[in-house]
Nanobody
Framework: QVQLVESGGGVVQAGGSLRLSCAAS????????MAWFRQAPGKEREFVAG????????HYADSVKGRFTISKDNAKSTVSLQMNSLKPEDTAIYYC?????????????????WGQGTQVTGSS
């Protein structure tokens, strides 16, 4: 099993930046990929960005390309999401997720473990 704990959420003005972190513990050696998803009130949980645990391959939702950057530190078992040029529509609870197997990085059902989420609010 893997435990995931997110941190770094908060309120930021439109155009501002925020950095989220996700600390993984437990059987991290079994992780194949990690990702960030988000869920706004009344909406489905949606993919934001993903990264393979081995290597540097990344994948982004079109809505965040060029603004968000996902990165990892294998030594510290952490994944981060740098969010720049934030918009009010980025407001959501952001979740960190981990998968032990190959699959589509943007498919929420591909992921086996989830964090508790952290609130990000972009104010206009």
């Amino acid at each position: 099993q893997v435990q995931l704990v997110e941190s770094g959420g908060g309120v930021v003005q439109a155009g501002g930046s925020l950095r989220l972190s996700c600390a993984a513990s437990g059987h991290t050696f079994s992780i194949y990929g990690m990702a960030w998803f988000r869920q706004a009130p009344g909406k489905e949980r949606e993919f934001v960005a993903g990264i393979l645990w081995s290597g540097e391959r990344t994948h982004y939702a079109d809505s965040v390309k060029g603004r968000f950057t996902i990165s990892k530190d294998n030594a510290k078992s952490t994944v981060s999401l740098q969010m720049n040029s934030l918009k009010p529509e980025d407001t959501a609870i952001y979740y960190c997720a981990a998968s032990f197997r190959m699959g589509s990085p943007d498919d929420r059902y591909h992921y086996d473990y989830w964090g508790q989420g952290t609130q990000v609010t972009g104010s206009s």
